[in-house]
């Protein structure tokens, strides 16, 4: 069984950073892509970014591009999620989340692992 665990949200001001990570057993890493998911009070569960199994893709979504940074340190079985530039419509609970297809992927059917999820607040 594999477990994932969030950590580091918090509430923070407008144009602030946080640094998420996800971590969990070697196994979680190896061989699949993973991705961050967010999902904020009444709103749908929508796509945040996406790294493949060994780094070498990257995707995000348009809202974030140029802003928040995935990477994956596969030594430390940890996933991270540097966001900068915060902004109040980036507030949501952020999920980590790993995928059954060898491509990574922004539709969340393709994840079958996920964490309980950390709470980002960005006050205006």
């Known amino acids: 069984q594999v477990q994932l665990i969030e950590s580091g949200g918090g509430l923070v001001q407008v144009g602030d950073s946080l640094r998420l990570s996800c971590t969990s057993s070697?196994?979680?890493?190896?061989?699949?892509?993973m991705a961050w998911f967010r999902q904020a009070p009444g709103k749908e569960r929508e796509f945040v970014a996406a790294i493949a199994y060994d780094s070498s893709k990257r995707t995000y979504a348009d809202s974030v591009k140029g802003r928040f940074t995935i990477a994956k340190d596969i030594a430390k079985a940890t996933m991270s999620l540097q966001m900068d530039s915060l902004k109040p419509e980036d507030s949501a609970v952020y999920f980590c989340a790993r995928s059954v297809r060898f491509t990574i992927s922004t539709d969340e059917d393709a994840y079958n692992i996920w964490g309980q999820g950390t709470q980002v607040t960005v006050s205006s």
């Open positions: 070697s196994r979680a890493f190896s061989a699949y892509p």
